[in-house]
């Protein structure tokens, strides 16, 4: 019943959380626009005006659904990846290279090929955090983090040296043959073939983490990890393997954006979905089915904010504003608290009266 309870309460302050931040959304737009039924009307309803939006929407949509699944998976066994951006741009650039390495290969075979290099560059290069953290008992939140920074300056160097394309006007490398190009779903929006995947993955995330032994056994080393350790568990397994997993998550990111979008790697085109993962996991209280309802709302704001930038007086700094206040509330975690604390006292009260 008490768990009943937290999860209700849990809800609640999501609930909470998201009320203030559209609130405070309102309230940045009254101070700041000059016409504000405008602004109000383009950042609420523009999202879904056209299909270039929505199509636009969905395909963010996509991108933070992985980027949130990523997160989860770490979070749930306890370990904490903050090296998502660097993860995100080695696994673009893998499947850039595996396809301008081999295109001969055929369009099926070489988008698999491509997403499973991608995943495996992104998982390596998360999954060392993890081996460091097991190993020498690093912490994978430090080592995460400036494994990243330090691979994201060796890519851009061979991104605009050894890989660029002498013919773009774009700090880019070489386009992949459009065999290996997903498909379309809106056109002229960027909404792909990816956005299956992305919802595939959150079902094959959710069967693993509560349908398996070795879900199980990574909730529980999350949980109580000396409780783990002495009821026999691999506790240093559950470090690296969920920290791999996470990076091969990120790596995803990367090839849907090289396969689905850009059809190559453009210098720092991976910048805040890493981080904006982080925000959607923390939404999504680790719940690896509400990733997709915690991605869509952090895809409306920033289709919001950009359409509401295009055809109002929306100061495009506002939309980072408003996911910073996003962050704030949602990592203070006070109004969760706060929430079952209420529902806490409303339960005592009724018992007290009967």
Same mark, same amino acid.
């Given at each position: ?21 559209f609130l405070t959304a309102v309230l940045f737009l009254l ?13 609420? /309803? ?9 199509? *636009?929407?969905? +395909? =963010? @949509?996509?991108?933070?659904? &992985? ?82 920074g330090g691979i994201i300056h060796v890519i851009d160097y ?20 459009? /065999? ?9 929006? *960027?909404?792909? +073939? =990816? @956005?299956?995947?992305?919802? &595939? ?127 704030? @509330? ?25």
């Amino acid at each position: 019943m008490r768990g009943r309870h937290r999860l209700f309460g849990r809800f609640a302050g999501t609930m909470i959380t998201l009320i203030a931040v559209f609130l405070t959304a309102v309230l940045f737009l009254l101070v700041f626009s000059n016409d504000k039924g405008e602004s109000l009307y383009y950042f609420f /309803a523009g999202p879904f005006l056209t299909s270039l939006s929505i199509g *636009n929407m969905l +395909s =963010s @949509f996509t991108l933070l659904t &992985f980027s949130g699944l990523a997160i989860t998976v770490a979070f749930r066994a306890d370990v904490f990846n903050l090296g998502g951006e660097g993860q995100i741009y080695i696994g673009a650039l893998a499947a850039t290279f595996f396809l301008l390495r081999f295109p001969a290969m055929g369009g099926e075979w070489g988008i698999l090929m491509a997403t499973g290099t991608a995943a495996l560059a992104g998982g390596i290069l998360a999954g060392l955090s993890g081996w460091l953290k097991a190993r020498w008992n690093v912490d994978e939140l430090i080592s995460s983090f400036l494994l990243s920074g330090g691979i994201i300056h060796v890519i851009d160097y061979l991104i605009t040296g050894p890989l660029s394309d002498r013919n773009s006007y774009l700090l880019t490398t070489g386009t992949v043959g459009e /065999a290996f190009w997903l498909t379309r779903l809106m056109p002229p929006s *960027n909404l792909n +073939s =990816s @956005f299956f995947g992305a919802l &595939f993955a959150v079902a094959a995330m959710a069967l693993f983490l509560y349908y398996t032994k070795q879900g199980y056994e990574l909730r529980i080393c999350g949980m109580n990890r000396e409780f783990a350790y002495y009821g026999g568990l691999n506790t240093s397994l559950y470090i690296i393997l969920p920290m791999f997993l996470s990076g091969a998550v990120m790596g995803l990111v990367g090839s849907s954006a090289v396969l689905g979008i850009h059809h190559s790697t453009i210098k720092g085109f991976y910048s805040g979905i890493g981080w904006n993962g982080i925000a959607v996991a923390l939404i999504a209280g680790t719940n690896p089915l509400a990733v997709i309802p915690s991605a869509f709302v952090f895809a409306f704001l920033n289709q919001a904010a950009s359409t509401a930038m295009m055809r109002a007086d929306f100061p495009f700094e506002l939309g980072g504003l408003i996911q910073a206040v996003v962050f704030l @509330f949602i990592s203070s975690k006070i109004l969760a608290e706060k929430a079952e604390s209420i529902l806490s006292f409303i339960k005592e009260k009724k018992g007290a009266g009967k």
